[in-house]
């Protein structure tokens, strides 16, 4: 609603009007002072939309008033309505002189009042829309922080929420947005516009009306909701919980209504972290095979409590970005493909569902590392020797017999060896007769030192040491797991 205050030092003339407007406008907060002074206290403290004010008053006077305006800091000026019984050009010039819309001669005419409080309302409520757009867009993709008086009101009484609308399909959601806005004519405004979609803020009305009112499966579009938000500073986190929200589509793949919930338990994100920072420092190093069992692992959705998936995807996403493509950002920028692959991977709300999402994840991570290994031509010695390596693991065999194989330096190839796979040298031998030692195991015809000899072990209690320092489990304890005891 917006707020008006009346400034006349005849209170029958401040009841005339305020009954006029109530009668034929509607919707408008009224406020009232008999001079200047108690006008001007009244607007520091309800930031109003519109001033209609006499000029001939006691202590404070309308030019004066204006004037005080005028040399205001911080926040919106209202607009300013004149009335005078004194038809007098010079008092006219001054009023535009400090700002005001108009100036409407006693006695009022009912339908030139009408007209001209309807115009400055309505331009008032335009200028406010432009300038919390800007506001809220700021703060959001700049963090700007407007400390003055904010054009909106925010607060546990009249709180705000953030809505991201979007198309699934690709289409073009503005017109759809501009159709409700057109019919709901108090608190909804357009934030950010993207192709992908569109940012709305809305107040509570509006979003039980979003939510009511629109057959989202229907017109195959979505909505994704936050929760309340009480203050300018929490729309941050309003936004975050937008896009949780939006990945709660992803993963049933669905139009709707989505709204954020709270989860019960946080979670935590450390996991996710580390993986991502593990798979940064082998990119173009590693095996193919070795990437992708990295990323399997970010999308064990078992592992996961329901509640919490929104929030992880969004985590995934998010950390990607800052942890990931950044470190390899010039391999990315200079090809087209990585470069559009990013794209879709920025706006999630583009695919159909959690799947086509994680095809794109796949696709993008192992490109990369392909990119990257082949400007890595020194990991070639090391290609080259692994094939030899898994054929003689079983052996006595050390880093210098690999390395002589091709012929290459063994403290270069130490150190080569190790960022290509990841692993030491003795690491990555004890991975390979490790997998060799389950797999005899599960066949349940050797015994414990047997199989730690045909794994290349000399000595079982080193072997068993071994095997439960990789598996967590003794050779016994795995061979009963496995069901062969």
Partial sequence: MQSVIIVDDESAIRAGIRKILSESIGHIIFSEAKNGEEALNLIRERNPDLIITDIRMPKMDGIRLMSAIAEEKGGTRPRIIVLSGYDDFSYAQK???????????KPIDRTELISTVSKALGAAEENRRILVERYVREFLEEGRHYKDRYPLKISPEEPVYLGFVFSPSGGNISPVVDAWAGKWDSLFFTIIQKESGVLLLMGEHEKNRLKDTVDFGGEGICAALSGKCISFLGLAEARRQTRIAMWNYMLLGKPGFYAYLKPARPLDCSRIREGLQKLAGIMGIVEP?????????FFLLETIPEENRGEYFHFLSSLFFSELTSVYWDYINRDSYLTSKRSMLETPERCRDIGEWKKNFFDFIIYLHVTIGKERPH????????????????????????????????????????????????????????????????????????????????????FQKVFKEITGLSPGEWRRMKGKA
């Fill in 289 to 297: 095979d070795v990437i992708k069992r990295s990323l399997d692992e």
């Fill in 95 to 105: 009023a535009i002189t400090y700002g005001a819309v108009s100036y409407i001669l």
């Fill in 379 to 462: 990991h070639a010695l090391v290609r080259k020797a692994l094939p030899w390596l898994k054929r003689h693991f079983t052996e006595d065999i050390t880093m210098a017999m690999v390395a002589n194989q091709v012929s290459a330096n063994y403290t270069w190839f130490s150190e080569k060896f190790r960022e290509h796979t990841g692993f030491r040298f003795n690491e990555y031998l004890n991975r390979l007769r490790i997998g060799k030692a389950k797999e005899l195991l599960e066949t349940g015809r050797y015994l414990i030192y047997e199989v730690a000899e045909y794994s290349g072990y000399r000595d079982v209690k080193y």
